[in-house]
């Protein structure tokens, strides 16, 4: 049920091509770049998923890749939910893998191309079964915690999402081991982030913009409640818009929650309530926004406190609570059976019923997500920046994060230079949410887009090259181009040289430190692989036994 339903989904992507829907970016060969490891100057939100995705492409084409990792996504997302529900009926265990894997939340997020955010999102029922093993004291359960956590950490929010499910399931008396495990897991960007030249604080107008709202005629809590309520109301499927949706969701509550009661005798009280806690702590910080004086706490936390801008786009903590409620939904469902003579119809229902109310995740969102290839321009623009020994680094015209190409679709997409260019890639860090611009957080694009308007001297900032993007909302003034020397020109890029000598691009965190973290974390990862893979206990004693025979 788990593959069938992935293919449901990711129909028009699994065609050759890329599916490129606002942040999801995959390109044919992703170079590593300093920003992939944190050691740019712009904020490590994608550190160390662009590193991985470096290494991936580097073996196999990037199409390949996204294909692999979108279906794993939805497939292990599904699987994992069901194989933890404590039934014998597989029947109940495809009711909670369907809940949680036809969820608004993976819909929403998906359709916004947050890919990485939902390799997290799938590996969460997977860290839950771990971390309730390790609360067991069962062997190798550790090293299936940190298994399970990895894929998830390759994001600063997935990895907060991981690794504090993992703390509050495996309990109090692993705290001390948990935690220490969890921060070390998230190294990779967390060093980054504290040895960032300028800190990590963000722009409070981003608070508003970025907050849960309301899909229909109840409140932004029942959106929530039902796993989602994302922002952008773009990349929310009209399904949701329903007036039958605020119901289903309060009916799925009541079920939910007669579940929970039978998960709590199986499971026992302390993990039950713990998981479903952390869920409604979610829940809390998603809304915290929307209520009266929640505005005004986070403005001043993002504004204060480093980090804290973590805290935007508060909806995405709802996985928490995606978990619980998708359990919950399939015990209810059994523990209703129990009544019923036509049992098989009543878990018919429940299976589908989340497919029902929201058909238009299904053939990519109705085609919202579809597979098209990249034009030839970007692979000759890359090949002649890597041959050439020009120094410095790219800036992208227009100036904007976002583009909207014809051969796309005119689908709005993440600019792909960043991820497709040798060098490293300026590109706008302002993001404009329903026409109002939310200020960036790296100082040197703001002094590169002043020198842009003055049209002064590039080079000055480290820049070498200026890539012009054709045919995608943004104007790129003459003057500007004037000062530059043209390289080369194709229907939807041209390149131009920056005259002169070329400044050193600001530096960014020191490099020793993390690319210490950075192997620290690996070999972690690769010991717990091999903990699980080759049995301690079966190695020495066949050690022990070769050196007795020596």
């Known amino acids: 049920m788990s593959a069938v339903l992935a293919f449901i989904v990711l129909g028009p992507i699994l065609k050759p091509g890329f599916a490129l829907n606002y942040d999801m970016v995959f390109t044919p060969r992703q170079p590593l770049v300093p920003d992939a490891l944190g050691l740019g100057t712009s904020v490590a939100r994608s550190v160390p998923a662009d590193a991985v995705m470096s290494a991936l492409t580097t073996i196999i084409p990037g199409d390949i890749v996204q294909k692999f990792v979108l279906f794993l996504i939805i497939f292990m997302a599904c699987w994992g939910a069901g194989r933890l529900v404590p039934t014998e009926s597989e029947a109940v265990r495809v009711v909670a893998a369907v809940w949680y894997g036809w969820s608004a939340y993976l819909a929403e997020r998906l359709l916004m191309g947050h890919w990485a955010l939902l390799v997290a999102y799938a590996c969460l029922p997977w860290i839950a079964s771990a971390a309730l093993a390790m609360r067991r004291n069962e062997k190798k359960a550790f090293a299936k915690v940190i298994v399970a956590c990895a894929p998830a950490c390759i994001t600063p929010t997935g990895g907060l999402l991981a690794v504090v499910l993992a703390i509050v399931c ?5 705290l001390v081991i948990t935690i220490p495990t969890g921060i070390l897991l998230n190294l990779p960007w967390i060093l980054p982030s504290l040895l960032r030249p300028g800190g990590t604080l963000s722009s409070p107008d981003g608070i508003a913009a970025f907050a849960a709202r309301d899909e229909n005629w109840a409140t932004p809590v029942i959106s929530v409640l039902g796993t989602g309520g994302i922002w952008n109301a773009e990349v929310t499927p009209a399904s949701r818009s329903m007036p039958v949706i605020p119901i289903l969701i309060l009916f799925s509550l009541v079920v939910a929650f007669i579940g929970l009661r039978s998960l709590a005798a199986r499971w026992g009280l302390a993990p039950t309530l713990s998981l479903v806690l952390l869920g409604a702590a979610g829940v809390v910080l998603a809304v915290f926004t929307t209520v009266p004086g929640g505005d005004d706490v986070m403005r001043w936390a993002v504004t204060n406190i480093p980090g804290a801008g973590l805290l935007r786009d508060s909806q995405k903590w709802v996985a928490w609570w995606a978990l619980p409620l998708s359990i919950g939904i399939a015990l209810g469902v059994q523990a209703a059976t129990k009544y019923l003579s036509n049992r098989v119809l009543l878990i018919a229902v429940a299976t589908f019923l989340p497919i029902l109310a929201m058909p238009d995740l299904a053939w990519g969102g109705f085609k919202q997500l579809e597979a098209v290839r990249y034009p030839i321009d970007w692979i000759t623009v890359s090949e002649l920046i890597a041959e050439d020994r020009q120094s410095g680094d790219v800036l992208t015209l227009p100036m904007s994060s976002f583009r909207q190409f014809p051969w796309n679709g005119n689908r ?16 706008d860090d302002v993001v404009a949410v329903n026409g109002r611009p939310i200020a960036g957080e790296d100082p040197r694009v703001e002094q590169i887009r002043q020198t842009v308007e003055d049209n002064g001297n590039l080079a000055m900032h480290g820049i070498g090259w200026v890539l012009v993007e054709h045919r995608t909302p943004g104007a790129v003034q003459q003057a500007t181009l004037d000062r530059l020397e043209h390289e080369w020109s194709g229907q939807w890029l041209s390149l131009y040289r920056v005259p002169g000598m070329i400044a050193r691009p600001p530096a960014g965190p020191p490099s020793l430190p993390i690319l210490a973290a950075d192997s620290v974390v690996l070999t972690v990862i690769l010991g717990a692989l091999l903990w ?9 004693m066949r050690s022990r036994s070769r050196t007795t025979k020596e």
């Open 532 to 540: 699980l893979v080759l049995p301690a206990g079966r190695f020495i």
């Open 170 to 174: 495996a309990g109090k008396q692993a």
């Open 412 to 427: 709005t997409q993440l600019d792909p230079a960043p991820r497709i260019l040798p060098r490293t890639t300026v590109i």
